[in-house]
């Protein structure tokens, strides 16, 4: 949509053509039940019919000549605190329409004027906008675009004028257009009724005096009352009623005539006590007097019931009418979006309390219809966007929003804050679980390596443990059985050939055990090859063998401690 000016005066025929074709900001307090003067339903009403005329205050006080007079003087104040001259304008914004009593030429400021009136001026000069008034403000900046509207109240002189800055509100942009979106709805499906002026009581004749009284004549006491008289009209009275009210006009009419049969009561009583005034025999005209006494005060109070039964019986019509109403459209809503609605209240036993007459009760339970209507629509729009949002980001992470139906409630951007947190969360709970699973298999993997390294190695000692055992085993019984090599000496070498002695270097300790070993073991390879020796070098190898078992068996047990 775009925002169009319109070259149009203020107050001539195609001013209030355009205002057939369009939603005036002065009407948009009305149409939100805000305005003290007019109704929605009289602003349903006009717009049915056709009537072009502005619904609001903004008329009413403008279309007066003092209006015009007071606007004029108050418009060089204005200009005076914007610095810019202001010049009256008609712009519309798709259906919308603001006529504004003046705007910058730039656009950026309008200015708003209302006659001096001691509250509002009390409320502006604290910088408080009432309610009422909020409407029109924000509408004329959304239609023009403006970027403020200065709110003036004044009576046309510096004494009496106050004013304050109003600012853009993104969230009465939103109720504006919601509630006008519903009040086309309402509209499209309006039916005229005649509007009838609140009932008031039809005249009655009121019924006669009541006189007793008492005289001697002839030495005897006499009593004179039109107390028969009395009762005959009260029947009557009673009689042209109906009997049980079933409109508006009934109700009033039984409300006046409840007032008569009290004032019957206290006539009667009053009679009564002038007759005893008297002392005279009244004992018949006493009985009779209970007796319509009685009579009206019975009527009276089962009348009296009859009201209330009927008051009750009418709220409670269009209260339920209301609610049905009501529960349709949050069903129709839900349908809309695929999602359950929330509960949202509404306050029609509320905006009924204290009101009598049934165009009072309609006009209040409607405008609370509007306004649950435009709420839950908000409602239902921020749902919608919240569950796409649901749908985009968290496809893959679903179980983490069980509570969706709490937090699609939310403003959008802190929903999509809430998911994207929450999933930021997940995964990395997740990335922690998956690098403490990997750490824990690593553990095992590296203890399991660990432990066969380790069952290696003992296999390898206990296996070198052995040869060295054997070896020592074979060394000691080579010294112990000598074989040939003895029985060669014996025979004083004969037959034998002799072999020199190897040259066995001393066993040096300190040095690795590993290439001690070794060496020894070599030296054990040398005896056995050279076992044909004389007896002399066979004693020397066999000392030299006994002290390398000893030494095997002292370094084995190093060898342990190194490994």
């Not at 355009?18 to 929605?40: C, F, V, Y």
């Not at 008297?278 to 009685?294: C, G, H, N, S, V």
């Not at 660990?450 to 290696?456: D, G, L, N, P, S």
Request: aromatic residues 6%; charged residues 25%; proline residues 4%.
């Amino acid at each position: 949509m775009e925002r169009i000016q319109h070259e149009v005066m203020q107050n001539s025929p195609e001013w209030y053509a355009l205002l057939l074709e369009t939603d005036g900001a002065s009407e948009t307090a009305a149409m939100l039940g805000l305005s003290k003067n007019i109704t929605r339903t009289e602003l349903l009403h006009a717009k049915h019919s056709g009537i072009a005329k502005e619904f609001s205050d903004f008329v009413q006080e403008r279309i007066l000549d003092h209006g015009h007079e007071v606007e004029a003087l108050a418009r060089p104040m204005a200009e005076e605190i914007i610095g810019e001259e202001l010049y009256p304008q008609t712009w519309t914004y798709g259906k919308l329409r603001a006529s504004t009593d003046g705007l910058t030429m730039d656009g950026t400021v309008a200015w708003e004027h209302k006659q001096w009136a001691k509250d509002l001026a009390a409320s502006v000069a604290r910088g408080e906008l009432p309610d009422k008034h909020q409407p029109q403000c924000q509408q004329i900046m959304l239609v023009t675009g403006a970027e403020q509207v200065l709110f003036m109240v004044s009576d046309g002189t510096p004494e009496n004028c106050v004013h304050m800055f109003v600012k853009p509100n993104a969230k009465w942009f939103d109720r504006i257009k919601a509630g006008w979106a519903i009040f086309h709805q309402d509209l499209d499906h309006y039916q005229p009724v005649e509007v009838i002026p609140a009932a008031v009581a039809a005249p009655v004749m009121a019924l006669p005096a009541l006189s007793i009284q008492v005289a001697i004549e002839n030495g005897m006491m006499c009593l004179t009352d039109n107390i028969a008289i009395f009762g005959a009209y009260l029947k009557s009275f009673i009689a042209e009623f109906p009997e049980k009210p079933s409109n508006d006009q009934d109700v009033v009419n039984r409300k006046a005539a409840c007032k008569t049969l009290q004032d019957a009561q206290d006539r009667l009583d009053a009679a009564e006590a002038q007759a005893l005034g008297q002392i005279a025999p009244f004992d018949a005209m006493q009985r009779t007097k209970e007796l319509y006494w009685a009579l009206a005060r019975t009527t009276r109070l089962a009348w009296e019931k009859d009201v209330e039964a009927a008051e009750s019986k009418i709220k409670l019509g269009i209260v339920t009418k209301a609610r049905t109403a009501y529960a349709e459209h949050m069903a129709a809503l839900a349908k809309r979006i695929g999602h359950q609605m929330p509960g949202l209240p509404e306050n029609f036993a509320v905006v009924i309390k204290g009101l009598r007459t049934t165009v009072s009760l309609q006009n209040a339970v409607d405008t609370e219809l509007a306004r649950c209507k435009i709420a839950s629509n908000e409602v239902a729009d921020r749902i919608q966007v919240n569950l796409t949002t649901l749908r985009e980001l968290a496809a893959d992470h679903d179980f983490l929003f069980a509570d969706t139906a709490q937090i699609v409630l939310k403003e959008s951007d802190d929903l999509t804050a809430l998911v994207k947190l929450r999933i930021s969360e997940h995964q990395a709970a997740e990335a922690k679980r998956l690098e403490d699973e990997r750490a824990k298999i690593r553990a095992e993997e590296e203890a399991k390596a660990e432990a066969k390294i380790k069952a290696e190695q003992e296999a390898i000692q206990k296996q070198e443990a052995e040869q060295q055992k054997a070896m020592a085993v074979q060394v000691a019984q080579e010294i112990r059985a000598p074989g040939k090599s003895a029985e060669a000496e014996d025979t004083g070498g004969r037959g034998l050939k002799s072999h020199p002695v190897p040259a066995v270097a001393p066993v040096q300790t300190g040095n690795d055990p590993t290439t001690e070993l070794a060496e020894s073991l070599n030296l054990v390879r040398t005896f056995l090859d050279t076992r044909d020796m004389p007896t002399k070098t066979r004693n020397e190898a066999r000392a030299i063998l006994v002290e390398f078992v000893k030494f095997s068996i002292a370094r084995k047990s190093q060898l342990k401690q190194v490994v």
